[in-house]
């Protein structure tokens, strides 16, 4: 089983309330008998996402190795982590979601990031058959699962 890990998709450096996120998003063209923004509408929904209606990396996204470049002077990530870390894990309905506790708070940086980062949560999406668990494709390929970081921008 292989499992597609991303952390690409449209960001804003302002902390979304998990309100918002949780109801206020789909991937289908029409959403039958609600208000549920659709991807054409994501950036006109809140001023956190107005990148989202005139940006062209929205999710989901089909990743085409071919067009990717190797950089071998690419720094690592750096995980800012300070020991072991506590977090709690829920299951939300829709997706296993780990959480870092507010005490043992996880930063990113380093590698392509102009910027560093602070971890708010993991998402883990898996789907009932082999090719539909992640949302986003690699060289036209689905796969099983899928997992999310979910950051914000530390000013």
Request: hydrophobic content about 35%.
């Amino acid at each position: 089983m292989s499992i597609l890990a991303r952390s690409v998709g449209c960001y804003s450096s302002q902390p979304i309330t998990s309100k918002l996120d949780e109801s206020w998003w789909a991937y289908k063209d029409v959403v039958q008998g609600s208000f549920v923004p659709v991807p054409s509408f994501w950036g006109l929904v809140h001023s956190a996402w107005s990148l989202c209606a005139i940006g062209k990396r929205q999710s989901p996204i089909d990743i085409e190795t071919s067009h990717m470049i190797f950089d071998p002077y690419l720094a690592p990530l750096r995980l800012n982590t300070g020991g072991r870390k506590v977090s709690t894990m829920y299951n939300t309905g829709k997706h296993v979601s780990l959480r870092p506790d507010k005490a043992h708070l996880v930063n990113i940086s380093g590698g392509p990031l102009g910027y560093s980062y602070r971890l708010e949560e993991v998402r883990l999406h898996f789907g009932s058959e082999d090719s539909q668990g992640s949302e986003h494709l690699l060289n036209g390929q689905g796969f099983p699962g899928e997992s999310k970081v979910w950051t914000h921008l530390l000013i």
